[in-house]
């Protein structure tokens, strides 16, 4: 973005045939590289959006809920199209319900929006790139189309410069045969497309079950990926920002733990040597760099008893994992992707405090809930300051991510000293 556009254009209304026309020519299974060039063609580049201006963003979900927060206090407005009614996001700001690939919605979106930016990478990249065409969509529809399919997202990394664990492209049951061979077991077999907290993949333990894995995965009609497993000491991730001026920050990385596939919890700062520290934050710059990021990128990796670093995979958005940074940095990473879409300077993302982040998962609800309306003796005691955020989801289903809280402490086995002592958490 350039200096000298300190004020967004006014958006002009799209054309609904031309969005159709754009349609059919970037799809995410059957659209190459040159034509989301074109597609992304007539978007303005390097706008600086000031406060006052209308932040639009496809999904409603409890990360446009949380982005929409902190904009808000800049002096951003916000409208948000998604399909559910009075969705996390729609509660907080304006809220279009529609589906995601719904052409006239869309259009409104545009209209009334100066920017736009997505939640989570399973919007449509048809929709993002007829967006881009006529609107100002600072992220482009590229980067969704690479990081919505797992081969695509890996040759990207690659591509980076950065190592992924060895994997294979997976037709027919006779190459997964032999991948496995290969490979060795276990190794995991994934879906190239959708799957989220543990779905979509199979971990083959043995032979026997090489075949009903792949049987069972191919009725989701997408490629298949085979990863050989790697034996990981700990998961880590790290959320870098990138503005369109190429201005790149990373926030601490986090040590994650996962349970049943969803992530419970993140700690920071993570407990490894500060070498491996810089060295996945020098990782996540240069995927940033090299994928022609603007906003954040979430970048989760496996780190072995060794000290090797391996990318597991990307997200375009927003984190789970860096929810922490809510109140335990300067500033947060919803802040952080506000000030990269709009082109603004990026802020500090130093850490303040020693954090762990829990998930409040539908089975949490009811005892949260008993707890929050009486004095924590606990925190008092040992302490913590436990911030609270829910996603004001309807319905409390088991395993659904409903919120998170923020163990601020002097050091994180504090922080993890109150999250055991609540019982909340049971396993």
Same mark, same amino acid.
């Given at each position: 973005?350039?200096?000298?556009?300190?004020?967004?254009?006014?958006?002009?209304?799209?054309?609904?045939?031309?969005?159709?026309?754009?349609?059919?020519?970037?799809?995410?299974?059957?659209?190459?590289?040159?034509?989301?060039?074109?597609?992304? =063609?007539?978007?303005?580049?390097?706008?600086?959006?000031?406060?006052?201006?209308?932040?639009?963003?496809?999904?409603?979900?409890?990360?446009?809920?949380?982005?929409?927060?902190?904009?808000s206090a800049m002096g951003y407005r916000f409208v948000a199209?998604?399909?559910?009614?009075?969705?996390?996001?729609?509660?907080?700001?304006?809220?279009?319900?529609?589906?995601?690939?719904?052409?006239?919605?869309?259009?409104?979106?545009?209209?009334?929006?100066?920017?736009?930016?997505?939640?989570?990478?399973?919007?449509?990249?048809?929709?993002?790139?007829?967006?881009?065409?006529?609107?100002?969509?600072?992220?482009?529809?590229?980067?969704?189309?690479?990081?919505?399919?797992?081969?695509?997202?890996?040759? =990207?990394?690659?591509?980076?410069?950065?190592?992924?664990?060895?994997?294979?492209?997976?037709?027919?049951?006779?190459?997964?045969?032999?991948?496995?061979?290969?490979?060795?077991?276990?190794?995991?077999?994934?879906?190239?497309?959708?799957?989220?907290?543990?779905?979509?993949?199979?971990?083959?333990?043995?032979?026997?079950?090489?075949?009903?894995?792949?049987?069972?995965?191919?009725?989701?009609?997408?490629?298949?990926?085979?990863?050989?497993?790697?034996?990981?000491?700990?998961? $880590?991730?790290?959320?870098?920002?990138?503005?369109?001026?190429?201005?790149?920050?990373?926030?601490?990385?986090?040590?994650?733990?996962?349970?049943?596939?969803? %992530?419970?919890?993140?700690?920071?700062?993570?407990?490894?040597?500060?070498?491996?520290?810089?060295?996945?934050?020098?990782?996540?710059?240069?995927?940033?760099?090299?994928?022609?990021?603007?906003?954040?990128?979430?970048?989760? %990796?496996?780190?072995? =008893?060794?000290?090797?670093?391996?990318v597991n995979e990307l997200a375009p958005r927003p984190h789970?994992?860096?929810?922490?940074?809510?109140?335990?940095?300067?500033?947060?990473?919803?802040?952080?992707?506000?000030?990269?879409?709009?082109?603004?300077?990026?802020?500090?993302?130093? %850490?303040?405090?020693?954090?762990?982040?829990?998930?409040?998962?539908?089975?949490?609800?009811?005892?949260?809930?008993?707890?929050?309306?009486?004095?924590?003796?606990?925190a008092e005691r040992l302490n913590v300051a436990p911030k609270?955020?829910?996603?004001?989801?309807?319905?409390?289903?088991?395993?659904?991510?409903?919120?998170?809280?923020?163990?601020?402490?002097?050091?994180?086995?504090?922080? $993890?000293?109150?999250?055991?002592?609540?019982?909340?958490?049971?396993?």
């Amino acid at each position: 973005m350039s200096e000298q556009e300190k004020q967004p254009p006014a958006l002009q209304p799209l054309d609904l045939a031309e969005l159709e026309g754009a349609l059919g020519t970037c799809g995410v299974d059957g659209c190459g590289p040159e034509n989301l060039e074109e597609a992304t =063609a007539g978007s303005p580049k390097h706008q600086v959006i000031l406060p006052g201006s209308t932040i639009g963003i496809l999904g409603g979900g409890q990360l446009g809920r949380m982005m929409a927060g902190a904009g808000s206090a800049m002096g951003y407005r916000f409208v948000a199209l998604d399909p559910t009614p009075d969705a996390p996001c729609g509660q907080v700001a304006e809220q279009i319900v529609a589906a995601y690939d719904d052409h006239a919605a869309a259009a409104e979106l545009a209209q009334r929006a100066d920017v736009i930016t997505y939640e989570f990478e399973n919007v449509d990249a048809d929709v993002a790139a007829m967006l881009a065409k006529t609107s100002y969509v600072p992220q482009g529809s590229e980067l969704l189309y690479t990081t919505q399919h797992r081969l695509r997202e890996k040759r =990207a990394i690659e591509a980076a410069g950065v190592r992924v664990a060895p994997y294979s492209e997976i037709g027919s049951v006779d190459e997964l045969r032999a991948a496995v061979g290969r490979f060795g077991l276990p190794c995991v077999l994934k879906t190239a497309t959708g799957g989220y907290d543990g779905k979509g993949q199979w971990v083959i333990r043995s032979e026997s079950e090489v075949e009903e894995a792949y049987e069972t995965l191919s009725l989701a009609r997408t490629e298949l990926v085979l990863e050989k497993f790697i034996a990981f000491d700990k998961e $880590l991730s790290v959320i870098a920002a990138r503005s369109p001026q190429g201005e790149i920050r990373t926030f601490p990385i986090s040590e994650n733990v996962h349970v049943d596939n969803i %992530l419970h919890l993140s700690i920071v700062p993570a407990r490894v040597d500060e070498a491996v520290g810089r060295k996945a934050q020098e990782l996540a710059s240069r995927i940033a760099e090299g994928l022609g990021v603007v906003g954040l990128v979430a970048v989760e %990796l496996f780190l072995t =008893a060794e000290g090797e670093l391996f990318v597991n995979e990307l997200a375009p958005r927003p984190h789970n994992s860096g929810h922490y940074t809510m109140e335990a940095c300067r500033t947060s990473q919803f802040e952080q992707h506000v000030r990269a879409v709009c082109g603004l300077p990026l802020g500090d993302p130093a %850490l303040l405090t020693p954090v762990v982040m829990v998930n409040v998962l539908g089975e949490h609800m009811e005892p949260l809930l008993e707890r929050m309306a009486r004095p924590d003796d606990a925190a008092e005691r040992l302490n913590v300051a436990p911030k609270v955020h829910l996603y004001g989801k309807h319905e409390a289903k088991h395993k659904r991510k409903m919120g998170h809280v923020n163990v601020l402490a002097k050091d994180v086995d504090t922080a $993890l000293a109150w999250i055991a002592e609540t019982n909340i958490w049971r396993f």
